[in-house]
């Protein structure tokens, strides 16, 4: 992408297309993430001013406690308007402890759709805990995150 968006052009929603798993000997959470471009241009993570999905974390108390955390791209084909695809992000497990994960797509040096009114997606949060007797990462309903 190398214009602008407007606000006029933005639309998205998101939804956690899968339980996050932990892969790379738990060093990694995985989280996948279905979004639908509902606005009415096609998006993509090419060009001078890349649509990407961003990760941002957010702590106990609500706040946003690291706004570039990390970010993904979208598939290598885009997102037409009306369309969907899944994003698949790697965030490293040690720094998400505590921490509530916020998925939102972002238009790199112009806007966070957030800016636009789009809301974004809250997951978390994610603690440490214990699986049968071995330290983990439990995800958002408490439960330890499945390893692959």
Sequence with gaps: MSTPLTQEQVGARYAIASEPVLVNNGELVRVAVSVTNSGKVAINSKGTLPVNLAISLVDDSG?????DFLR????A????AGGSAEVVADVPSQAVIGKTLRFGLVQE????YSDFKVDSLDYGP??????????TVCGAGGKPLATR
């Design 126 to 135: 994610l603690t440490s805990c214990q699986d049968q007797g071995k330290e």
């Design 72 to 75: 993904a791209p979208l598939p």
């Design 63 to 67: 706040n946003v406690s690291n706004r």
């Design 109 to 112: 040096s112009v806007a966070w």
């Design 77 to 80: 084909e885009g997102i037409p």
